[in-house]
């Protein structure tokens, strides 16, 4: 069996690396990465590929900076010619960026049978462009492979599953199937190596004694308003404890425009970190806060509580188990949730799995 899989950012290259791990143990089955550049990130070095034993794309299509519309258009063009070249028996996607869209959109209308990784995620925000590439995603994949139950049943709220043409020219009916999180594989595979090769001394960090902040969402960081809100509460909050911001190049450019140069007082700025130093960071922190939908999760797997800085999450079960607090960019609730105990479920492994999500997904693929 030939995959091909569609990778655009660094968090898909990550969750796929446990399940290309998987795969190479399977001698029938040969797996062709396609990179489609979507997600410039100076981490992504031949570095990051090597120390994370993660494969290297075979293909890079190298397409980024442009409109939702002339990004989505070329890859579904690049994506179409290597369908073309390889003659996949499936094509795989992951998540909710542009970059799964169109491969989702190259793979259906060449009849070559999709998986979608992480399907049945809802926002139930229109206006989010990943919530579109969701669904559009999940309305013409083959196989829905959900992290949660709570995925599949927002499938089956919307009339899933649906026929699909099959390779063969067939209709067929898609299969909704619950995998478990390959994130929280990647999770359980990394931490050991983070805590062992990352040391918090070289930030002069101590054990749950600071919160980590991330924040790169536009709605945050290109409404003055909101950004200024949230860097409000930032600076309340870094007076009694130590306050740690990674801080992200649209966010850097959008404070800059601002002129503020209180914008950053009392917090503790460090450039952006790799994939091994902020799952260090994060073990360790007192307390999380992000607009992050991977690091909600990472939060919850580490058993660091976390503030959302939106005003709705795809991973419910981390604000239902109590994880999880969401404030939007709210300073007053963002202080009040800062102020307020979080009463915590122990719930851990059973909601998002057993950690052997990826065993699942290759498993579902050679049936």
Not at 187 to 207: G, P, T
Request: aromatic letters at 6%.
């Amino acid at each position: 069996m030939k995959l091909l899989t569609v990778l655009g950012a660094r968090p898909q290259f990550i969750k796929a690396a446990n399940v290309s791990r998987v795969i190479k143990k399977k001698n029938d089955i040969k797996e062709i990465i396609i990179h489609t550049g979507q997600h410039f990130d100076s981490n992504m070095s031949d570095i990051f590929f090597d120390q994370l034993d993660i494969p290297h794309p075979r293909y890079n299509l190298n397409i980024s900076n442009l409109s939702h519309g002339a990004m989505t258009g070329r890859m579904i063009e690049g994506i179409e010619t290597l369908i073309k070249k390889e003659k996949p028996d499936w094509v795989m996607v992951y998540g909710d960026t542009n970059s799964t869209l169109a491969g989702a959109l190259a793979a259906s209308k060449l009849h070559i049978p999709l998986a979608h990784v992480e399907a049945g995620m809802r926002s139930n925000n229109p206006i989010m462009p990943e919530e579109i590439n969701r669904i559009l995603t999940d309305r013409v994949s083959s196989l829905l492979l959900c992290s949660t139950q709570t995925a599949v049943n927002n499938l089956n709220k919307e009339g899933f599953p649906f026929s699909v043409i099959s390779s063969s020219g067939q209709t067929e009916l898609q299969r909704i199937i619950k995998t478990g999180d390959v994130m929280f594989d990647a999770v359980l595979y990394y931490r050991d190596r983070a805590k062992a090769e990352i040391s918090l001394d070289a930030f002069n960090l101590q054990h749950h004694n600071y919160v980590l902040c991330t924040m790169h969402r536009q709605e945050n960081t290109d409404d003055p308003k909101c950004l200024n809100n949230i860097l409000s509460a930032l600076r309340e909050i870094a007076k009694s404890l130590p306050l740690i911001l990674p801080l992200h190049p649209r966010t850097k450019k959008k404070i800059e425009q601002q002129l503020n140069a209180d914008a950053l007082q009392g917090l503790t700025i460090l450039k952006p970190l790799s994939y091994l130093e902020m799952q260090r960071l994060q073990m360790s922190a007192k307390l999380i806060i992000t607009d992050s939908g991977g690091i909600q999760k990472e939060s919850y797997f580490h058993k660091v509580p976390c503030i959302t800085l939106r005003d709705e999450t795809e991973w419910v079960e981390t604000v239902e188990l109590g994880w999880n607090k969401l404030t939007g960019a709210n300073k007053e609730q963002i202080l009040n949730a800062w102020h307020t105990s979080f009463i915590c479920n122990e719930q851990i492994e059973h909601i998002y799995g057993d950690a052997k999500s990826s065993n699942a997904i290759v498993a579902e693929l050679t049936k």
